[in-house]
């Protein structure tokens, strides 16, 4: 079945380590994003890349790293630098044009200690 | 700015009752419009869809939504609530020149008996 995966589902961190989300897609799709999501504040987007090898900044970006060297993921990085990581973490990708739904992956609660 | 207003955060309606979700936008473009529903620590999965053409959505589960321009309004509404619809709803929006979904804050529908 295709789906979009991501892993660990619960993470847990101390402060001052830097920690690594999973995301992986078979659904060959182009867009991947990534969103936060906290209590009563939706979703914001973290980061989103449209074509491998290039991303962009969301609206929320400062503290967070991605990369997209393969179609199928794009992983990321919550530093050190970032100051309130606890939250869950959801991935989401579609397929281009503009317009067409996302899916989502079943998230990450990052938790720190 | 372009936003997403979901009016109440939590709704709570009798089982068999009418559904009444609601959500506006500001934009003076029409966007694409969406419906999605969360279950506790789950991800995100689409209820229905606005793109073109008919303004009535019919979606999942019996939910439905109408696009009414002139009120930028996208409310989601279904005939009878069952048990089973108790879960969060956000509605998201695909402006024009922005990749990303933008996302209501939630609204969480709780079914009592």
């Known amino acids: 079945d295709g789906g979009i995966t991501q892993s660990p589902k619960y993470l847990f961190r101390k402060e001052g380590q830097n920690v690594t989300l999973s995301c992986e897609q078979n659904l060959n799709h182009d867009a991947m994003y990534w969103y936060r999501q906290d209590p009563g504040q939706g979703l914001r987007l973290i980061y989103y890349?449209?074509?491998?090898?290039?991303?962009q900044k969301g609206d929320i970006a400062e503290g967070y790293s991605v990369s997209r060297e393969k179609k199928e993921s794009f992983p990321l990085t919550v530093t050190s630098a970032q100051k309130n990581p606890t939250a869950f973490y959801l991935c989401?990708?579609?397929?281009?044009?503009?317009?067409?739904?996302?899916?989502f992956g079943p998230g990450t609660r990052l938790t720190v200690l | 700015a372009q936003s997403v207003t979901q009016l109440g955060s939590h709704v709570s309606v009798s089982e068999g009752a009418l559904v009444l979700l609601r959500c506006n936008y500001s934009?003076?473009?029409?966007?694409?419009l969406f419906w999605y529903v969360q279950y506790p620590n789950q991800g995100l999965q689409l209820l229905l869809k606005y793109t073109t053409g008919a303004t009535l959505v019919k979606g999942i589960n019996g939910f439905e939504a109408e696009f009414k321009k002139s009120e930028t309004s996208f409310h989601l509404t279904k005939p009878s609530a069952h048990m089973s619809d108790a879960a969060e709803y956000f509605c998201?929006?695909?402006?024009?020149?922005?990749?990303?979904?933008?996302f209501g804050s939630g609204t969480r529908l709780q079914v009592q008996p």
């Open positions: 998201a929006v695909s402006f024009t020149g922005r990749r990303a979904l933008t």
């Open positions: 890349s449209q074509i491998v090898n290039d991303f």
């Open positions: 934009s003076s473009v029409p966007p694409y």
């Open positions: 989401a990708s579609n397929k281009e044009p503009q317009g067409n739904e996302q899916f």
